[in-house]
């Protein structure tokens, strides 16, 4: 992958943060991994969104249509990365709070999928059931990324 | 802190290490994220991958 991304910060290698810059400004992003309980082999779900720009905490109901979309999806790609690089090749689960947002992710990683699909498997969950990840076909409810 | 400057690179890098990130596991949003996650896994599982 030589995709155009951010400086990414981390402290303990699950919790990493990059600032969004564009239009609307500097936004501050954190992606967080965390190990989703009872999953054997273990499973990490990314939580991905904007920082509230008060309490510093997570969430990803805002758009914030800072016209870097590309940008912002290549460096959430290096955090998964980095992650792995620092406790393994695991499943990574990812889907968005709400359908429209999974559907916005869904079309970000369609625009970049020549250059994530090199490095990455990624399913989609349709009907319950994981398929191997087309890009422009299904809507899908889910994702599941796993570093090749 | 990172500055409010553009600064992008290409490719895979290393992260930048720094004491001021936090950890936000727990966060609502996340803890939320996490619970949904452990649902939707506990009906559906991992992929087949004899179908790939």
Known sequence: ?148 | MPATVKHTEKGFGPAIESSQVKSHANDPFVIKKVEKARETLKKVGLPDLTKK
């Open chain 1, 1 to 148: 992958m030589n995709l155009e991304r951010y400086n990414y910060f981390t402290n303990d290698y699950r919790a990493y943060e990059f600032y969004s810059e564009g239009p609307k400004g500097s936004i501050r992003k954190l992606v967080i991994f965390t190990k989703v309980p009872d999953t054997e082999p273990p499973i990490f779900n990314l939580a991905f969104g904007d920082a509230h720009p008060i309490t510093g905490k997570l969430n990803d109901a805002v758009i914030s249509n800072n016209e870097d979309r590309d940008i912002v999806l290549a460096t959430v790609a290096n955090t998964i990365a980095t992650f792995c690089d620092h406790y393994g090749n695991h499943y990574i689960y990812a889907e968005g709070s709400t359908p429209s947002r999974t559907r916005l992710y869904q079309m970000g990683i369609a625009a970049l999928w020549n250059d994530i699909s090199t490095d990455f498997d990624v399913y989609g969950l349709k009907d319950n059931e994981w398929q191997a990840f087309k890009p422009y076909s299904l809507n899908y409810e889910a994702f599941l990324v796993k570093r090749k």
